[in-house]
């Protein structure tokens, strides 16, 4: 560049950059109604999901075709006796060869896939992804392995809202806001809990909470909830007679608040065991080569232990989603002490050993139906130990459920609101808010990641296991912002401008016919005297910036670079109408300044 040339247009009209190549933004009533048809597809998928499930289980379980199934009523024995070991095995096959033909993600619980989606893929999830999870996870819940429904539709949500995303060529973060409505608006239809679905999306998926990620989630949970209730009903996921709910009390309870800290540190302990568990049973599977041979070995294992409980209690209990177990649990069917631990322990190996040996489903109910049995043993020994305080096993059930939901997937707020949403009794609340601080502290002190985050640290690509806000974001430019710049012209030649640079500390705003032309940093630049003796300044400046005045956040700052795929920005002072002239800069933001803001945020 000589001194009569003229800069890049860029330079000139900084402002002017597009978004990216085929990347648009849209506004927030435009995000809105595209969250509202996620959440309609979600209660659809939701439906579609149930029905596939019975199907299944009527035909694997009895050799009959038929979509009528309460997965809260026992059914009766298979009619294929001891053959029923068999089942599972089977379906889990047939699973395996869908994982391993057309989508991998499809594989295990779900959520981490999301959750790796959001944080390493700039929230892209396949649109198959959603059609072999559905099948898959179907066919394996359908044939008895030990799984919960809830991951399936998350993925199912979260790969429509993506693939709605890419396909109308959105920015990232609307991309991602999308696919976590889609997530909510399945947790949402599944359990006929709004409220649960916004804060499961808030807590487990969004890296960020703001009015234009939290009203779309709203909205795509809202109707995605009343799509399912026009299409199902409105019955709740469980049946909670009004005559067991607990009473109503005067004055608190010593001894019930005694038994929820207990329950706590139980369930603390055993969300630590199942973390635990489960990834060594993942990392034995693994271990060996062949798939198919996985998931023999496993589900076998799973088919045996369905059976034997058939066989000792009258029911296959660990099979499957176990709803019927925690509605007979939590409806006031007293299995006693020692069943309701043995339910424990088994549903807990059950489900390791499914996810682990290759089949497709959630554990979010396996984990309710692990603090129903370990809740409800606690309630029993309660009610021996303080026969006149009138405890409740089904209450110490539903609080069990709610601990062990928070303390496996640390979504505290989602588990105590959806217990809540299922039972609609404020009683509960004090005593469950206790137990699920308690487990989620235990848990915590023995492992830092949860159930869904444990599996992505193995990979290598974890994700933070703290999301709040970054305070050092609401700070103004001028307080982040390098001040030790010259203004230099740009026809100076490069000899003349490190006369009066100091290599290690000064930028160099380029001023060209009074205009900011660009920025250079020439402690970033190899200098080599030879090879820039005869160049100018306005030679080696660089272009990729914007320009923002001193009263914006670091925050808008960083949200401009980002947009316009800039890496410094050029602080004036006052606004920032009209043409920026070179003496109204103030200040630079480049990458030590905002490394040094982000450290000083983390370490104060």
Do not use: C
């Amino acid at each position: 560049m000589t001194a009569n040339s003229q800069p890049p247009a860029s330079a000139t009209v900084p402002e002017a950059a597009a978004e990216g190549p085929g990347e648009r933004e849209v506004t927030l009533p435009v995000l809105v109604l595209l969250a509202l048809v996620v959440g309609v597809v979600a209660a659809i998928g939701a439906i579609i999901f149930k029905y596939m499930i019975a199907v299944i289980y009527n035909f694997a379980f009895h050799g009959i075709f038929s979509f009528d199934l309460d997965p809260n009523a026992y059914g009766d024995p298979s009619v294929w006796g001891a053959g029923i070991i068999l089942v599972p095995v089977v379906g889990g096959l047939i699973v395996v060869w869908l994982v391993q033909t057309f989508a991998p993600e499809a594989k295990g619980h779900g959520v981490p896939e999301v959750m790796f989606a959001i944080y390493h893929r700039d929230g892209n999830v396949r649109g198959v992804v959603s059609v072999v999870k559905s099948l898959a996870s179907a066919i394996s819940i359908g044939t008895g392995a030990s799984v919960g429904r809830e991951g399936p539709i998350i993925q199912i949500g979260s790969s429509f809202g993506s693939t709605l995303g890419r396909r109308l060529s959105l920015v990232r973060p609307q991309k991602i806001i999308l696919l976590a409505a889609g997530a909510g608006a399945g947790i949402a239809a599944t359990f006929n809990t709004p409220l649960g679905g916004v804060l499961f999306a808030v807590e487990v998926l969004l890296p960020e909470i703001s009015s234009r990620s939290f009203l779309p989630v709203v909205v795509a949970t809202a109707t995605s909830t009343y799509a399912y209730r026009l299409m199902i009903g409105a019955e709740a996921a469980f049946h909670l007679p009004l005559w067991q709910q607990l009473p109503q009390q005067l004055a608190v309870d010593v001894t019930e608040i005694a038994l929820a800290t207990v329950t706590g540190v139980a369930i603390g302990l055993a969300s630590f065991l199942f973390v635990r568990v489960l990834e060594f049973s993942e990392d034995t599977f693994e271990k060996m080569s062949n798939p198919y041979v996985q998931n023999i070995i496993g589900m076998t294992g799973v088919g045996v232990l369905g059976y034997l409980f058939l066989l000792t209690t009258g029911q296959y209990h660990v099979l499957s989603v176990g709803y019927s177990t925690i509605q007979d649990i939590i409806g006031g069917n007293n299995l006693g002490f020692w069943v309701l631990l043995l339910l424990f322990f088994g549903k807990l190996l059950a489900t390791t050993v499914s996810l682990g040996s290759g089949a497709s489903g959630g554990i979010f109910s396996p984990s309710l139906f692990m603090g129903a049995t370990l809740g409800g043993a606690i309630g029993a020994a309660g009610a021996w130990a303080f026969p006149d305080a009138g405890h409740s096993v089904a209450a110490f059930a539903m609080i069990g459920m709610g601990a062990m939901v928070g303390a496996s997937t640390s979504a505290a707020m989602t588990a105590i609101v959806m217990i809540f949403e299922m039972t609609r009794d404020y009683n509960l609340i004090l005593p469950l808010v206790l137990a699920v601080a308690v487990a989620l502290g235990i848990r915590r002190a023995l492992i830092t990641n949860d159930i869904y985050t444990v599996k992505l640290r193995k990979r290598g690509r974890a994700i933070p296991t703290d999301r709040s806000t970054n305070m050092v974001l609401v700070q103004p430019a001028r307080e982040v912002m390098a001040r030790n710049f010259l203004v230099l012209d740009s026809d100076m030649k490069v000899t003349e401008a490190l006369k009066l640079v100091k290599i290690a500390s000064n930028r160099v705003i380029v001023n060209h016919n009074g205009r900011i032309a660009g920025f250079v940093r020439f402690a970033a630049i190899p200098y080599e005297a030879d090879r820039y003796s005869h160049e100018t300044v306005g030679e080696l400046l660089k272009t990729d910036f914007v320009i923002a005045s001193e009263d914006n956040s670091l925050n808008s700052v960083l949200t401009r670079m980002s947009r316009r795929k800039r890496s410094y920005a050029i602080i004036i002072k006052g606004k920032e109408a009209g043409v920026p002239r070179p003496e109204d800069v103030t200040g630079i933001i480049d990458r030590p300044e905002l490394a040094q803001a982000m450290m000083k945020n983390h370490y104060s």
